[in-house]
């Protein structure tokens, strides 16, 4: 059964979205076959493989809302092993109209459920806030990964978001683990960046990656060409910190099965 992560923070602009895609790709690219789920009304992930967001004909809203089974509504990216579950401009409305759901919080972890099977991981990009559909998302998932950019008020944001994974695993998924934060928009040069990993590390001691991402030009354009940085400039900075993050994520699945 596959081992689904959601990807998570509240604060908008941090790498989520980019790491969602990114890790995605090299999971994939490693042999895993993966599914990412498009959870934000933005929809960039699902921009940001190259599918056009305007024309897609069903995706996560259909699933959510309208019932439809997940399974109709995936698409296949150009790499072999790497589906999506598209999102589109109708998943703004979403929360509101969860709201009056049954078992609303489970509208996900219920769909997903036939398809698990199928993927080795299934990554959920979520939406910059803590609304509903992040809910569903975390209530889903076995683990999550945090972005953390390198910046003053990461800290603050991070331990937040902690209090909210703690109340969600007392009372709707009591198997949700934190599989670890991840160093996003890092600047060796900037020493403030250099302090914000070293303080991340300090408080989070066990639950820090060690790959850390770097401020990287070719991870920004990728996605306006809808690509992900393996297929856009493999040989990037950029590229070889998601590289290095899925062997991360890998690794960890092996050292868990030994135990």
Do not use: H, W
């Amino acid at each position: 059964m596959g081992k689904i992560i959601s990807l998570v923070n509240q604060k908008g602009g941090v790498g989520k979205t980019t790491t969602a895609v990114n890790l995605s790709q090299y999971l994939s690219e490693k042999g895993r076959i993966v599914l990412l789920v498009d959870l934000d009304p933005q929809a960039n992930a699902t921009s940001g493989v190259g599918i056009n967001k305007d024309k897609t004909l069903s995706g996560v809203y259909d699933v959510l809302i309208r019932r439809l089974p997940l399974e109709k509504a995936i698409l296949n990216t150009k790499s072999v092993g790497f589906d999506v579950l598209p999102s589109s401009i109708d998943l703004s409305g979403a929360p509101v109209e969860l709201t009056n759901m049954s078992n609303r919080e489970f509208c996900l972890f219920n769909a997903l459920k036939n398809v698990r099977e199928n993927y080795d991981y299934i990554i959920i990009d979520s939406p910059p806030s803590l609304d509903l559909l992040t809910i569903n998302g975390l209530v889903a998932s076995n683990e999550i990964i945090i972005p953390v950019q390198c910046e003053y008020y990461s800290l603050e944001g991070l331990s937040r978001l902690l209090e909210t994974v703690s109340l969600i695993k007392k009372g709707l998924n009591s198997g949700l683990e934190i599989m670890g934060a991840v160093l996003t928009m890092y600047d060796k040069r900037n020493k403030l960046s250099r302090q914000v990993l070293k303080e991340v590390r300090d408080n989070f001691p066990g639950r820090v990656f060690e790959s850390v991402v770097p401020r990287n030009v070719r991870l920004s354009e990728a996605p306006s060409f809808g690509k992900t940085i393996l297929n856009f400039a493999k040989l990037s900075k950029g590229a070889k910190a998601y590289n290095n993050l899925a062997r991360e994520v890998i690794e960890m699945e092996r050292e868990n099965f030994t135990i």
